[in-house]
């Protein structure tokens, strides 16, 4: 869930983490607002539930949800099928869903409206997940406990402090019956966002008693610090915790993280030496990273990943030192456990080309190289353009499919987008057509023993040729008058 990395800026994702934060946090509130229905009685009870509906309105809504084509009956199926979307990570779809629901005539328009909210909050766009969740239906004490958490979290990540500050004690309090923690993650998060170093301070005193007594709440504070980048702080305060919380493999790893953070590896190494979870391999493999111990950096993500097969953390990490490494066709493999749906596939599908190209499977390349670059709408970025040259260059045998016209023109365009060795390509390939061919030979085609791409970046002083002259060009011209001379006779 807490994403490791070697530099601060790299380890939060902001949109990842607020999302699965605010469902831990909040789960029993999302949870509750639609049932699983199996009757048409459990249909009933929730319209009521939701609507508090008097007695007469709920007779006529019962009557109304027997019939299978009334317009209650449409829309809470379309909110039923919204939710298991949601769920799945289906938001275009979800969203779909819920447009259909009819905003001036539904009596559904405050789930409808926490729903959006909730994908706008999702796809990180919070400016459009308060605006959903500030709907007039939702003023009323009920839709304020179901909708203020995922407000002050949005408000958190638009820096909104002023407004953070006005919801979060209501907040607290509205949910306090529901919170396992009694809203202490809330509220020392809503404290420490607003910088209100004092308030966090004293919390910290007053409750250090409950906090170390309680492996719950010291997990809270804990992913709390690293949640805002305050592990520097939480650092300073870490003696305070019982020597019984440290027999936690949860609390070691997250005291390792906060270590990780702080760029203390060593400690960070000693929480964490003896623990084999995904969690404490991927802290392992950032440690080598850090110190450029790549072989086993690879052997620590690949423990991690034994262990949870699409744990993002371990992929990230993982694949780029799967190309640098050489080992393409278990980066292959990993890339098809990444399944973030935020990801843009076009960029998936470019690396995994790059990585067919390493085990050399061009026809493959070729074929998903075309289908990406359709969906660039015929405007892909060099890169791509660079693969695409190289790899019909390596396929320039089949001189019918793969004409050399196309080499050129794909190594002229890269060249323009100001990438020097598509020029030194380009230009060698105009009068060396069998440069293809040249490349996938495996015996000794030069002599020269430093001959290498550092070699080429050095600069070397370059000597004026001397022209000489064979024919001096008063001779020429004499030659020339003469001619002149005998045409005119005649």
């Avoid at 278990?330 to 085990?359: P, Q, S, W």
């Amino acid at each position: 869930m807490l994403k490791l990395s070697a530099k601060l800026a790299e380890i939060i994702n902001m949109k990842q983490i607020t999302f699965f934060i605010i469902l831990l946090s909040s789960f029993n509130i999302l949870a509750g607002e639609v049932r699983a229905f199996k009757s048409v009685k459990d249909l009933q009870e929730l319209t009521i539930e939701e609507l508090e509906l008097d007695y007469s309105e709920s007779a006529n809504l019962e009557r109304s949800l027997k019939n299978e084509g009334s317009g209650i009956y449409r829309d809470i199926q379309n909110i039923l099928k919204a939710k298991y979307k949601i769920i799945s990570g289906d938001l275009n779809v979800a969203e779909f869903l819920l447009e259909r629901i009819d905003e001036n005539s539904s009596t559904l328009i405050a789930i409808k409206s926490r729903y959006l909210g909730l994908i706008s909050f999702i796809r990180g766009d919070y400016k459009k997940a308060i605006d959903f969740l500030d709907h007039p239906t939702l003023n009323n004490t009920k839709g304020f406990r179901h909708t203020c958490v995922i407000k002050i979290v949005s408000l958190m990540a638009l820096d909104a402090n002023d407004k953070i500050a006005e919801l979060g004690s209501r907040c607290v309090f509205a949910n306090e019956a529901n919170s396992k923690n009694e809203g202490f993650w809330l509220d020392l998060t809503s404290k420490m966002k607003i910088k209100n170093v004092k308030s966090v301070n004293a919390q910290l005193i007053k409750d250090s008693q409950r906090i170390t007594g309680d492996d719950e709440l010291t997990k809270v504070w804990l992913k709390t610090a690293l949640y805002l980048n305050k592990e520097f702080d939480i650092l300073k305060g870490i003696s305070i915790l019982s020597d019984s919380a440290f027999q936690s493999k949860k609390i070691r790893e997250l005291v390792g993280f906060l270590y990780l953070r702080n760029n203390d590896f060593d400690r960070a190494l000693n929480f964490i030496e003896d623990i084999d979870s995904a969690n404490a391999e991927n802290i392992k493999g950032v440690v080598n990273l850090k110190k450029k111990e790549y072989e086993l950096a690879w052997g620590h993500f690949q423990l991690a990943l034994n262990k949870k097969s699409d744990s993002q953390n371990s992929l990230e990490r993982a694949i780029p030192l799967a190309f640098i490494l050489k080992e393409y066709q278990a980066g292959l493999n990993m890339i098809k456990n990444v399944h973030n749906r935020v990801l843009d596939k076009r960029k998936k599908a470019t690396v995994n080309i790059a990585f067919l190209i390493g085990i050399k499977d061009f026809e493959k390349a070729k074929n998903e190289l075309t289908i990406v670059k359709n969906q660039f709408n015929g405007l892909p970025p060099y890169e791509i353009i660079i693969m695409d040259a190289y790899i019909d260059m390596m396929l320039s045998k089949m001189e019918v499919k793969y004409p050399l016209k196309n080499i050129e023109e794909n190594l002229e365009q890269a060249c323009k987008s100001f990438d020097g060795m598509s020029c030194w390509m380009y230009l060698t390939h105009i009068n060396w057509t069998s440069l293809g061919k040249t490349v996938k030979r495996t015996e000794d085609i030069s002599n020269i023993i430093n001959l290498n791409i550092e070699e080429w970046k050095v600069p070397h002083a370059s000597t004026p040729l001397k022209e000489s002259i064979s024919v001096d060009q008063k001779d020429i011209e004499e030659l020339d008058g003469q001619e002149a001379s005998k045409s005119l006779k005649y």
